[in-house]
């Protein structure tokens, strides 16, 4: 009896229908693979060429169903090898052979629908990659040739180009260091720096004919506004002295070392236009355009303090002049903010915080009496005046008051 059962085991029927199985298993197996290792292969590459886009969280579960799927068909095809080379018989093994090609079609569907979702990015990842290679070769050609250009001009000692390249000499040995295995996405974020400072460098090389012009004409402006400056710092001393004779000790106060910070501001910005003169003379205009950029700084400076002095003496004898122009004017704004918060039903709220501001008006007026009156504190707090009713006014333009009922 055994003997017959291990020849109904030999038999060609069975033989056949393990190898139909084997045949139906690896069929399904290198479908999911093939799909597994394009989708593996075209995240790699987004995670290399799109690093902020977190595509490999989401091909994880993906990815774990496929090893569980190729664990199955590995387990079950070592059995069915094992059983033929054994002649034994294995119980529902059509059940078990559609169940694992079952779990192996279900990871390959979970590929496609993971790569339907994205697969405009990873199919652009993918191609982008695949031209790294090219765009490095690409971006070191022309890093030499503009390079070479460089160091030809006749403009090669001027800063900015001196400066952009020894920048594309640093971002050409970042990638010039990478290896052939090197992942695609530090070679192209190098061979992007090689690019920019290329652009950097040509640019650099296209302006420096402009330099010594433009050097040249900023030298003159300079001069001219120098020399312009310097005849109205003679009006200073003069200015200051008439405040300090014709005015209360407080309204120069704050300006006793206006002179003196004014020459020294103008001996500043006349030292950088000397060495700007040097410059030019030595053939670095840009150094020069830097120059006349820091003699302008002074110059402005010098101008403000100028002003400072001779504008308080200007605006003071003005409100000697006519001291009620200036209240006029406060009142004027004074009686705006009240229009506003009567047309807003907000003078419960306002009403009588601008009245005190009618009283405290009142109050600067009476200031200006004896030999000297205090101008400028009679100006100052009129202006303290103006800036509180502006921001009242601005206040009551965000609340949301109500129209007035006619």
């Known amino acids: 009896m055994a003997g017959r059962m291990r020849g109904w ?45 977190d595509h490999a969280r989401a091909w994880e579960p993906v990815r774990a169903r496929c090893y569980a799927a190729a664990d199955a068909y590995l387990s079950w095809s070592q059995e069915l090898e094992a059983a033929e080379r054994d002649n034994t018989w294995l119980p529902a093994g059509q059940a078990r052979t ?7 079609a279900d990871a390959a569907a979970g590929i496609d629908a993971f790569y339907r ?17 090219r765009l490095a ?84 402006s300079v001069t001219t506004r120098l020399d312009a400056v310097r005849t109205r710092a003679r009006g200073l001393a003069p200015a200051y002295s008439a405040l300090l004779r014709e005015f209360h000790a407080a309204s120069s106060a704050d300006l006793t070392n206006n002179e003196r910070e004014s020459q020294r501001a103008i001996d500043a910005a006349a030292d ?35 002003d400072s002095v001779t ?40 009403g009588s915080v601008l009245d005190a501001q009618a009283e405290r008006i009142d109050r600067i007026s009476a200031t200006l009496s004896g030999r000297h009156p205090d101008y400028w504190a009679y100006v100052t707090e009129l202006d303290a005046v103006t800036e509180f009713i502006a921001g009242v006014v601005e206040r009551m333009r965000k609340q949301a008051g109500r129209p007035r009922q006619q």
């Open 272 to 306: 950088a236009l000397a060495r700007a003169r040097a410059a030019l003379r030595e053939n670095d205009p840009e150094t020069a355009l830097e120059l006349t950029s820091t003699a302008r700084g002074g110059l402005g400076e010098a101008e403000q303090l100028i």
């Open 311 to 350: 504008g308080r003496l200007a605006m003071l004898r003005s409100v000697r002049a006519d001291p009620a122009e200036k209240v006029k004017d406060v009142r004027f704004r004074l009686r705006d903010a009240q229009m506003l918060a009567v047309s807003r039903d907000l003078v419960s709220e306002w």
């Open 98 to 104: 559609d169940a694992v090609i079952a779990q192996l």
């Open 137 to 220: 070769e690409r971006v070191k050609a022309d890093a030499a040739r503009v390079r070479a250009q460089a160091a030809a001009s006749e403009f090669a000692g001027y800063p900015s180009v001196r400066q952009r390249s020894g920048a594309l000499d640093e971002a050409m040995l970042t990638l010039e260091a990478l290896d052939s295995g090197a992942e695609a996405g530090r070679v192209r974020e190098a061979a992007n720096r090689v690019q920019a400072q290329v652009k950097e460098l040509s640019e650099a090389l296209a302006q420096a004919p402009f330099r010594k012009p433009a050097a040249t004409n900023a030298v003159a």
């Open 117 to 133: 979702q994205r697969q405009h990015t990873l199919e652009e990842a993918v191609e982008l990659a695949r031209m790294v290679p």
């Open 9 to 53: 085991f030999r038999s060609s029927g069975n033989n056949e229908w393990m190898q139909q199985a084997r045949t139906r298993l690896a069929q399904a197996f290198l479908d999911m693979d093939r799909r597994q290792s394009a989708a593996e292969a075209a995240v790699h590459a987004a995670r290399q060429i799109f690093p902020r886009q």
